[in-house]
């Protein structure tokens, strides 16, 4: 079984891992960590170079604990939503945890939102933490 956390370095997202923890040890399950990020010049260099170390204390944390997990930072010119559902129909994930943000209805209607984009649009199980 594969299991997908969609992550950023947000209190809603670790949630979402220590879920994804638990359930990975129920159910002998490979945490497949992303990252994703437009890519391009809006991007900042620092940024990135913060996500990947800290995408790689997540793996070594998680092996650490016997969890398998594999990351993955993606930036493949789509946005975050719609990459982590490509990424995880690619590599056939069986379920995507996603941490929940409260914006409000004007913050989503300009900015959209990654979680509902996932939620709606993924095609397996997703389950939200807030």
Known sequence: MKILVAYKSTKESQLALELAKTHSRYFDAE?????????????????????TIRLEEVKTALNQEGISCEV?????????????VFFADE?????????VQKKSRT?????????QYIILKASCPVISVK
Not at 72 to 84: F, T, V
Not at 91 to 99: F, R, T
């Open 72 to 84: 993955n930072q993606l930036a493949r010119g789509l946005s975050p939503g719609e990459d982590i």
């Open 31 to 51: 945490i497949l960590l992303v990252s994703s990020s437009e890519g391009g010049k809006g991007e900042d260099p620092e940024e990135i170079s913060k996500m």
């Open 107 to 115: 913050s989503k209607l300009l900015l959209g939102s990654t979680a």
């Open 91 to 99: 590599n056939n994930v069986d379920l995507i945890y996603v941490g």
